[in-house]
């Protein structure tokens, strides 16, 4: 019996349609009796015939088989059977049954209870599919290794009916894929291996001080995919990578990173595993709502001469998300009064790019009927004959799906309303506070931004003010976003990884640092790159680059992050005017040697004012480039020794740029002196002195 050292015992759960019973007779022949584990069986059962289903199996195995009634507790060496026509449901480790709803769509059983499973038992759930016609399951398993736990697919070639396993496979979503007699002795594997291994060894590590396990695995994902994880919560990404390590029976995460070395593909599918999309159509329906009646109407009725409408779904993983948007608009649209003529132009991004992929195709399987209204499906989709439903093209046409990550990728600007839903909950609360600053500065005046339940804006309350009611639902105030908490996404932005990459540079197991161009450029900028200050046409400052104090400083009284409010008092007037040439010409102005006083002393500087049109994401933006300047030549003049060239009558030359020479404060640049009597002018050669050109 497998030990469960405080985990509690596993609960499988078995999904299968048509030709499932052979499946299910050829499992339990091979499942132990004393397996320490609950079975839960849940097929599509005809409710005209007479249910025989719990007679049949119990020929093939030793535990007790029962059909399932209502407020059952589930028990471990036990197999429980659904009865006809009923949806089952699961809480706290009790079975209750639900008569089916027909007004909610298709009858899907399994996705019913995976779903339900998942959210009661988190990683003691075991999802296993088998042979059906269909797509029931699919989205019940993706719930389950949302919430950590196993996924175990029949072959298909061993199916009699391929659909439902197919259609998991085809999402990515199975752990292991087996014939269904080596199933059991899978299963048993990967239970025993977590239950005995106690606390998440990561966490153990952890705790005893020693996190580079945790590091080193952060680094092979780096280097084989290019993204950098180390921004997420460790406790997300303690329970990720602890689940492979049961998978392959492993309980050292040193020997997990020799595996990961030997086995790059098992990098793609941690990869895969960290970015498993919480969502679905239509998520927290309140909040749907409220974006339909209120704030999608509020936004048509501000642009009664229409226009279009930006908005920016961040994760959208595949698609869902984006979906609903453009649904719910759509239907606000068709409701407005009087009629206009605006459009919405969504923008979907998320790091996993078979996930864009997918949802540019827009195909949903069956168990998208639990969560879109009757009507919505019967307008927004078309259902082939598989039963998977595809979304029209119209709502398709609406949504731009891209590939992002938006920890280092340019963000959009100039959007209406951001929907990042589930996603920030991820991040360190490090990521998070900058983070909000940046949806600040992408969103329009006025603009939404829409979080999830689990979600908020933290102390960026001068930023963000609720438009009330439990949903996340915040407009943007009008504020410049203070510098310290802005984000500003770049290439060679500094990874809290990087340090880490430099301590294991020598390390004996030969594993990658940075990409030398990485820190090529990050070393020219902090020590070669001139000053440089990023802002709007307003003035308002979005990024600094390089040590400013000579040339702006913080105004006295409350904090003024603009330009034309730092600059110190000299360089405030020349520079408005190059600012504002630059900007209404949308041309580059340049000046030399600008007097600036700063605590240390009187300096010149050159000051380059540069509208930006390229790249897009900082269309609209100015840059603002300082180099110290020489000091002009009437200032070096007075530093020079008194051996510089003179007239042949002892007059010195004159330092201005013409031709004149004159005795001194008649001097065009009124800073001639005589020599003195005794002087020696130089000739131009010895026959004959250099004659003046006094007049």
């Keep these: 019996m497998v030990a469960d050292r405080g985990r509690g015992f596993s609960i499988v759960a078995l999904g299968a349609s048509a030709g499932g019973l052979e499946a299910l007779e050829a499992f339990f022949k091979n499942m132990p009796a004393d397996s320490g584990l609950a079975f839960v069986v849940v097929q599509h059962l005809d409710p005209t015939h007479e249910d025989m289903l719990a007679e049949l199996l119990q020929r093939d195995t030793t535990m007790p ?13 036990r197999v429980q059977v659904i009865p006809p026509n009923r949806d089952l449901s699961i809480l706290h480790g ?8 027909a007004e909610i769509g298709p009858r899907l059983p ?7 499973l998942a959210e009661d038992c988190g990683d003691r759930s075991v999802g296993v599919l088998l042979s059906g016609m269909g797509t029931d399951g699919t989205v019940g398993l993706r719930t389950i290794k949302e919430k950590c736990g196993a996924v175990f697919v029949q072959d298909p070639k061993s199916a009699k009916f391929d659909s439902m396993v197919r259609s998991a496979i085809r999402e990515d979503l199975a752990d292991v894929i087996a014939p269904v007699e080596e199933l059991p002795a899978r299963i048993l594997d990967y239970v025993r291996h977590a239950s005995v291994s106690g606390p998440p060894a990561l966490e153990q590590e952890s705790d005893n001080g020693d996190s580079s396990g945790m590091e080193k695995v952060l680094i092979l994902l780096r280097r084989q995919t290019g993204h950098d994880f180390s921004v997420y919560k460790h406790s997300t990404l303690w329970r990720r990578i602890e689940r492979r390590m049961n998978l392959h029976h492993l309980t050292a995460v040193g020997d997990y990173v020799r595996f990961l070395r030997e086995n790059p593909q098992e990098l793609e599918l941690l990869f895969k595993e960290m970015l498993i999309g919480v969502t679905e159509f239509f998520r927290d329906p309140a909040v749907w709502e409220r974006l339909r009646n209120e704030v999608i109407p509020e936004m048509i009725r501000a642009r009664p001469d229409g226009g279009v409408l930006r908005a920016w779904v961040a994760g959208c993983s595949t698609g869902e998300e984006a979906y609903s948007l453009a649904m719910v608009f759509q239907e606000a649209i068709g409701e407005a009064k009087p009629a206009r003529n605006i459009s919405l132009q969504i ?4 790091l996993d790019k078979d996930a864009i992929d997918r949802a540019r195709v827009g195909a949903y399987p069956a168990g998208i009927a639990r969560d879109v209204p009757v009507e919505r499906l019967n307008r927004f989709f078309t259902r082939d004959e598989s039963g998977v439903f595809r979304v029209n093209k119209e709502i398709r046409e609406m949504v731009v799906f891209a590939q992002q990550n938006m920890v280092s990728d340019a963000p959009f600007t100039k959007i209406d309303l951001l929907s990042c839903r589930n996603l920030l909950i991820y991040f360190c609360a490090d990521l998070q506070k900058k983070l909000l600053p940046l949806f600040h500065y992408c969103l329009n005046p ?8 689990a979600e908020t804006i933290g102390n960026a309350t001068d930023l963000f003010v609720p438009l009330g009611g439990k949903e996340r639902i915040f407009r943007r105030l009008e504020t410049a976003a203070p510098l310290e908490r802005m984000h500003f996404p770049v290439a060679f932005s500094n990874a809290p990884g990087r340090g880490m990459a430099r301590d294991l540079a020598a390390s004996p197991q030969g594993l990658p640092v940075l990409d030398l161009q990485l820190l090529a450029n990050d070393f020219l900028l902090r020590n070669y790159a001139p000053v440089a200050v990023l802002v709007s046409e307003a003035g308002d400052i979005l990024y600094i680059n390089g040590r400013t104090g000579p040339y702006l400083e913080a105004a006295a009284g409350k904090a003024n992050w603009n330009l034309f409010a730092m600059a110190r008092e000299d360089l405030n007037h020349p520079l408005y005017e190059m600012f504002r040439r630059a900007v209404r010409k949308k041309q580059v102005i340049a000046e030399k040697a600008l007097q600036v006083s700063s605590p240390g002393g009187k300096c010149y500087v050159d000051v380059t004012v540069h509208p930006i049109s390229e790249p897009a994401p900082l269309q609209g933006m100015v840059m603002v480039v300082s180099t110290r300047s020489p000091l002009p030549l009437a200032e070096t003049w007075r530093t020079k020794p008194e051996t510089e060239p003179v007239t042949s009558r002892g007059w010195r030359k004159c330092p201005a740029t013409c031709a004149t020479r004159r005795r001194n404060s008649r001097c065009c640049a009124r800073k001639c002196r005589p020599l003195a009597r005794n002087s020696n002018p130089p000739t131009r050669n010895s026959s004959r002195p250099m004659r003046s050109s006094s007049r």
């Design 65 to 77: 088989v029962c059909r399932i009634r209502d407020g059952m507790t589930v028990e471990p060496n």
């Design 94 to 101: 009790v079975l209750y049954l639900l008569e089916h709803a």
């Design 110 to 116: 399994i996705d019913f209870f995976f779903r339900s």
């Design 347 to 350: 923008f979907a991004t998320d």
């Design 446 to 453: 006025g603009g939404v931004l829409v979080l999830g339940n």
